[in-house]
Every structure is written in structure tokens, then in C-alpha cells.
């Protein structure tokens, strides 16, 4: 299931990351690699602030659509 309809508070296996190369690569490099922990800290108005690899990252929506977990 996508990213953006996780609970929060719940730490979950990334299992893949879709969309275009570069989008792909945006998101690699915020640290959102298959087989890492993240972990959804707040959701409000369709962004998301999750905690991967020990930094909290805030994204939109339309990015966590693209995180499989």
C-alpha cells in the first residue's frame, strides 16, 4: 500500500519506489531506499512529516503516493 495511507506512529519496510527516474532518485537521495524503516509522524492537509533514517522529512502527497510499503 502506499505511503500516504499508513498510520501514524507505525514503522513500516519500504518495499518499492515508483514514478519517473528523477523523482526516483529525489527520494533516494532523502534517504527512501527498498528495505529501509519509515515511520509517518503527522499528516495534515495531504503532507506528511515522516521520520527515515534518524531526520524527519516533510512531503507531499503526491510523493508518498509514489513509496510502496
Avoid: C, W
Wanted: proline share 3%; hydrophobic share 40%.
Amino acid at each position: 500500500m502506499p505511503l500516504s495511507m499508513v498510520k501514524e506512529g507505525e514503522p513500516n519496510i519500504i518495499k518499492r519506489v515508483s514514478g519517473k527516474d528523477e523523482i526516483r532518485k529525489f527520494l533516494e537521495n532523502l534517504g527512501f531506499v527498498t528495505g529501509s524503516t519509515v515511520t509517518v509522524i503527522s499528516q495534515t492537509g495531504g503532507n506528511m512529516i515522516v521520520n527515515i533514517k534518524d531526520s524527519r522529512v516533510a512531503i507531499g502527497k503526491d510523493m508518498a503516493n509514489k513509496i510502496m510499503v
